[in-house]
């Protein structure tokens, strides 16, 4: 709404509360009649002594509300001034001259609303659209400005603790690159994703010293962000890789990676982070949440947060109660959401769950999916204690907008082939080389090591590859400095590959040789056609048929498709 005047506001009260507000400043307005009481009052409450000495008789409550509204353009959502400063009573005149609300407000607010300094109508602070409390335009540049910003958080540093838990930049990358190798050599139905992800954590669990927590909400937040990235498809009813999309994204830095997730949650509005929040049940019931406002508003205050500096984890969450206590539901609306308690199985509805819902929410996006995405740090006393304090990390002031550098990706390096077959993959390696290396090996005791196996090697041969490109690949990959003794083994684990040979083909077949002999002849038909099993049947590569059906209609014939059983297909 546009704000109104002074003179606008005491039009749209009532006869008893205009005389009432005279009344608490001491104004006869006995034989002044009802049209003129707004204007009258207006051009008493807007002279400068008089509001000066309005100003001096407030009690620190009411400076601070409104210190509140000045420091918001002049008005305020008025559930968050009932919610904080108490009501004002709505009398009708009977309840007027029997309460006399002027003489003992209940409230700050009640005070200033009987002072003539504050109103109430529609409109939109932020995202908050509704009910608001507000100063009038013309008398809210004779009030003195804001005596603080009202949107800084009041943070509380402290001491570095005893223990640190840090993701690195490399703990949700690896985590992504072991989910990525999983569906490379499983290709699992798209309802088989828990089971990628039992993989996914008994493997990193062998791992845990280099590559941190592996829980399973974890894995399942970066398996979603991998898919929210297009790096896995579903394809057929199953997953599999985009290559040419997982090979930019494995060719980048990993630091840039790590950007790239970081920045795919922050735009994601299909992950709703109230619905991994420990401990809480949503029941749906209709009721919605908005996942991709609520982050961008805790993202908005975390960028206040100095990085490196230890914060308190309560102090931090008590600040945003104090500051902006509806960044989840900005109509102030805490009774519609249906929400229970996992524990006592109670609903947790009203104001005063607050700390059991929002609270719990800002506790898990920072001890979750910001400490996950190796934005913040956390600190603790103990090994086994829960989170108490949180840090912004290098990786996570880039992320939030600070002005810092990033620091270079390590120079590229190859692959080391040692002779018994270990493979080690230095920092700067390319990771889509190691992708393929992972189908060829097994890992050993570190993210970067792993042992060239003979199954996986043969597995890969069967298909589809041939033993010149595996020997090429590795070649490539290590810089040309394969060992002989390596390569003498890999030759000798694949020399009995390709004495049989299985193709899958098409046959042609005619009813008279003088045909087949006329499609020989003919472009268009000739260059699909092998080579002859009789002067009748030809063959014909399986995955051309379709084409070469194409052509035959072209060409005046009217070819038959028939199974390999000699029926043919279903349909008309």
């Not at 305020?76 to 009398?91: C, D, I, K, N, W």
């Not at 010293?209 to 009813?237: D, N, W």
């Not at 590859?465 to 002989?484: I, K, T, Y």
């Amino acid at each position: 709404m546009a704000i109104r005047t002074l003179l606008e506001s005491l039009e749209h009260h009532p006869a008893p509360v205009l005389r009432a507000i005279a009344a608490s400043h001491g104004l006869d307005v006995a034989g002044v009649v009802r049209n003129d009481l707004p204007r009258v009052l207006a051009d008493y409450l807007l002279q400068p002594h008089v509001l000066a000495r309005t100003l001096t008789h407030l009690s620190g409550q009411e400076r601070a509300l409104l210190n509140r509204l000045i420091a918001h353009g002049g008005l305020f959502p008025a559930h968050r001034v009932r919610r904080e400063y108490g009501e004002v009573r709505e009398l009708g005149p009977g309840g007027l001259e029997r309460e006399r609300p002027w003489e003992a407000p209940i409230s700050p607010a009640e005070r200033l609303w009987y002072r003539g300094l504050i109103y109430s109508g529609f409109g939109h602070v932020g995202r908050f659209r509704g009910r608001v409390f507000y100063i009038p335009a013309d008398l809210l540049p004779l009030l003195p400005p804001a005596e603080e910003p009202d949107d800084a958080l009041r943070l509380e540093f402290v001491a570095p603790p005893t223990r640190v838990r840090s993701a690195g930049p490399d703990g949700p990358v690896e985590v992504a690159f072991v989910v990525l190798s999983e569906v490379q050599r499983h290709s699992p139905r798209v309802d088989e994703m828990q089971g990628v992800l039992r993989r996914v954590g008994e493997r990193l669990r062998a791992l845990e010293p280099a590559t941190g927590a592996v829980e399973r909400r974890y894995l399942e937040f970066v398996f979603h962000m991998v898919c929210r990235l297009k790096l896995i498809v579903s394809q057929e009813g199953r997953l599999r890789l985009a290559l040419a999309d997982v090979r930019r994204w494995l060719q980048a830095p990993r630091d840039r990676r790590l950007l790239s997730l970081q920045r795919v949650w922050a735009s994601d509005p299909l992950w709703n982070d109230l619905h991994h929040v420990p401990g809480l049940i949503l029941e749906p019931t209709g009721w919605q949440n908005n996942p991709l406002a609520t982050r961008e508003r805790v993202l908005h205050w975390l960028r206040q947060v100095p990085p490196s500096r230890w914060v308190s984890l309560d102090a931090f969450v008590a600040a945003i109660k104090q500051v902006d206590p509806d960044f989840q539901r900005p109509n102030g609306d805490y009774d519609s959401w249906f929400i229970r308690d996992a524990r006592t199985g109670a609903f947790l509805r009203g104001w005063a769950s607050w700390d059991a819902v929002e609270g719990a929410l800002l506790r898990h996006l920072i001890t979750g999916p910001l400490h996950w995405l190796s934005v913040v740090d956390l600190g603790s006393e103990a090994d086994s204690a829960s989170p108490t304090t949180f840090r912004i990390t290098p990786w996570g002031a880039y992320f939030l907008g600070h002005d810092v550098e990033r620091p270079p990706p390590p120079a590229r390096a190859c692959i080391h082939v040692a002779p018994d077959g270990t493979v080690t993959v230095p920092p700067g390696a390319d990771d889509w080389d190691r992708l393929h290396l992972e189908r060829l090996s097994v890992p050993l005791d570190t993210p970067a090591r792993y042992r060239l196996d003979r199954e996986r090697i043969v597995s890969v041969l069967v298909a589809g590859s041939d033993p010149e490109r595996v020997m090429r690949f590795l070649r490539r990959a290590a810089g040309g400095q394969l060992p002989q003794p390596v390569e003498a083994r890999l030759r000798s684990w694949m020399a009995d590959f390709g004495r049989v040979t299985l193709r899958r083909l098409v046959v042609l077949e005619v009813d008279e040789p003088a045909v087949l002999d006329a499609m020989r002849r003919d472009p268009s038909l000739g260059r699909w056609l092998g080579h002859s099993l009789n002067e009748r049947t030809v063959v014909v590569s399986a995955g051309r048929l379709q084409d070469l059906v194409v052509a035959l209609r072209r060409a005046g014939y009217l070819p038959r498709v028939v199974d390999g059983d000699g029926e043919e297909g279903e349909g008309p």
